[in-house]
């Protein structure tokens, strides 16, 4: 049986973890808030750079050089994928289902003969795979911090793919990243990133035809596109990272949540026992002291 | 006299959004000059000076971008950009000693640095345009 003096001790550290808690709450949520406001600030961007896009991507149907980007290389022996993660943990199952989904897509690749080669984003998913598949990792980024460093952490990111994808290294290039729904749920999403996924622009192709005249393009449109392709690579994982970003925050926030509300249940249960066995302290006091009277 | 729409993005914010009279924007083969009615362009850019000119000709605003492109229609022009200064915001003695720190480099990365620093000093310097 614990002593009250134990008791009280385990009160006093809950309490504590609450607070810690509550805090980590509290910066989390403003720290949502601002990732929501510079993804939502980007999709400008994106959008009109995608509506470009699929307005000139009918133009490039096979090609060498940069529009492999788009075409893609003809093969898909080499796949690398990206998964995306958090750097810090304390935020629920965030970091661990990026890292199992990706742990089975890479399993799954590999049965049906593939190769697969990995490129972690940030460092939980690093030190995942550092640990189960370490020799398949070719290239890491950690501590981006893309709400403050901004488009430049894409850019080293897909500088660094595009080296890569033309010196031959790999096919087919597929980003795991927690896509952000709302503010308490996220959803484990992959993307194709190259060759070019234009099974969903294709549709807005459509669209653009229908709607728009023909433009005139200067210089021409291969050397457009060509300017293109590569910025709409940046652009896509810079659109990842804000969005894994803000479910970030918003996965440590309900993590937090939760956690606060348990530590409060926690108190009140601790509370409960330490006046009960105050109580039995009391009682068995009394007893003591009316059994001893009795007796002389 | 009408006005054209202009949006000036970034990848991380829109940076510019009214309704103007002229713009001035820095195509590949040449600067290209956007009035209202302005027929269907698609045209990517080179590193130079993007301006800005109310109805009455009056310079607005003027920024550097270092690339991007640039979508033109009657009734609206939409430059995508890269990265955007606003103009009277750089510093030229800074701009020098950049050019002279990326030009000691060799590599790829610096060259294009140091092309974009190039175009940056010259439109600080040139003054055409100030005034149409």
Redesign the interface.
């Known amino acids: 049986m614990p002593s009250l003096k134990d008791i009280k001790t385990q009160i006093n550290s809950v309490g504590s973890t609450k607070k810690i808690t509550s805090a980590m709450k509290m910066v989390a949520a403003s720290k949502l808030r601002r990732s929501q406001e ?1 993804a939502e ?2 999709r ?3 959008s ?2 995608e509506e ?1 896009l699929s ?2 991507a009918s133009s490039a149907a096979s090609g060498e050089g940069i529009i492999k980007l788009l075409t893609g290389t003809g093969n898909d022996q080499n796949y690398i994928v990206v998964p995306v993660s958090a750097d810090r943990g304390l935020c629920g199952g965030f970091n661990s289902s990026i890292n199992r989904e990706t742990f089975k897509l890479v399993k799954s690749l590999e049965g049906n003969g593939k190769k697969v080669q990995l490129m972690p984003v940030g460092k939980k998913s690093r030190d995942f795979f550092n640990r189960v598949m370490k020799d398949q990792i070719i290239e890491s980024f950690v501590d981006l911090n893309v709400s403050s460093t ?2 430049e952490s ?1 850019l080293n990111i897909s500088n660094k793919l595009q080296e890569l994808y033309f010196e031959g290294k790999f096919d087919k290039c597929i980003l795991v990243f927690n896509k952000f729904k709302s503010a308490i749920s996220q959803e484990v999403t992959q993307q194709q990133l190259i060759p070019l996924d234009v099974s969903n622009s294709e549709k807005e192709e459509e669209k653009e035809n229908s709607s ?8 021409d449109e291969e ?2 596109l060509k ?2 392709l590569p ?1 709409n690579v ?2 896509q994982i ?1 659109k990842v990272l804000l969005e894994s970003d803000a479910g970030e925050q918003g996965a440590r926030m309900a993590a937090m949540d939760n956690a606060t509300r348990n530590a409060g249940e926690m108190i009140d249960s601790l509370t409960l026992k330490y006046n009960r066995t105050r109580q039995a302290f009391i009682t068995k006091e009394l007893i003591e002291i009316i059994s001893g009277a009795e007796s002389i | 006299m009408a006005t054209i729409s202009f949006d000036l993005v970034s990848p991380e914010n829109l940076i510019f959004n009214d309704d103007v009279g002229t713009i001035i924007v820095p195509g590949k083969d040449g600067d290209l000059g956007v009035l209202p009615g302005h027929s269907q362009v698609m045209s990517s850019l080179r590193p130079g000076r993007v301006m800005v000119y109310s109805e009455d000709k009056n310079l607005v605003k003027s920024f550097f971008v270092s690339g991007g492109f640039a979508e033109i229609n009657p009734e609206k022009c939409i430059v995508l950009a890269e990265s955007v200064v606003e103009l009277n915001s750089l510093d030229k003695s800074s701009i020098e000693k950049e050019i002279e720190e990326l030009g000691s480099k060799e590599n790829k990365e610096s060259e294009e640095q140091l092309s974009i620093a190039k175009a940056k000093l010259e439109a600080i310097t040139v003054s055409f345009y100030d005034k149409i």
């Open positions: 510079k600030a980007a400008p961007y994106s009109r750079l470009m307005s000139l901004g488009y894409a728009n005249a023909i433009y005139d393009y200067e210089p050397t457009i300017d293109l910025k940046s652009i810079f």
